[in-house]
Nanobody, 120 residues
């Protein structure tokens, strides 16, 4: 089971840190991805990190502002979001699957989302 947390309300230019915690099992060898869905839009890929942490991928819209990291000892993946913009407002989800599948915007397992609201 996956659980995303850490969302909230922040002003433009601010920062938030989202966490994705896995419980009940270890998703060994799977990459973890972050996705988001804004109101009226499709869910889109945001960032991903390989199981070993050596490979990270980002959507162009968040490159240079977001950083994904993981701690396999605690089964947690963190998405650090800096320089937030109003267009980053969305429900953020985490998911696990093979890295290329996650980057393509899909996932075998999904966590509950967490809402991020960026005010202008």
């Amino acid at each position: 089971q996956l659980q995303a947390s850490g969302g909230g309300l922040v002003q433009a230019g601010g920062s938030l840190s989202l966490s994705c915690a896995a419980s009940g099992r270890t998703f060994s060898t799977y990459a973890t991805g972050w996705f988001r869905q804004a109101p009226g839009k499709d869910r889109e890929f945001v960032a991903a990190i390989s199981w070993g942490g050596g490979t990270t991928k980002y959507a162009d819209s968040v490159k240079g502002r977001f950083t994904v990291s993981r701690d396999n000892a605690s089964n947690t993946v963190v998405l650090q979001m800096n320089s937030l913009k109003p267009e980053d407002t969305a429900v953020y989800y985490c998911g696990v699957d093979l890295l290329n599948v996650v980057v393509a915007g899909r996932s075998r397992y999904w966590g509950q989302g967490t809402l991020v609201t960026v005010s202008s």
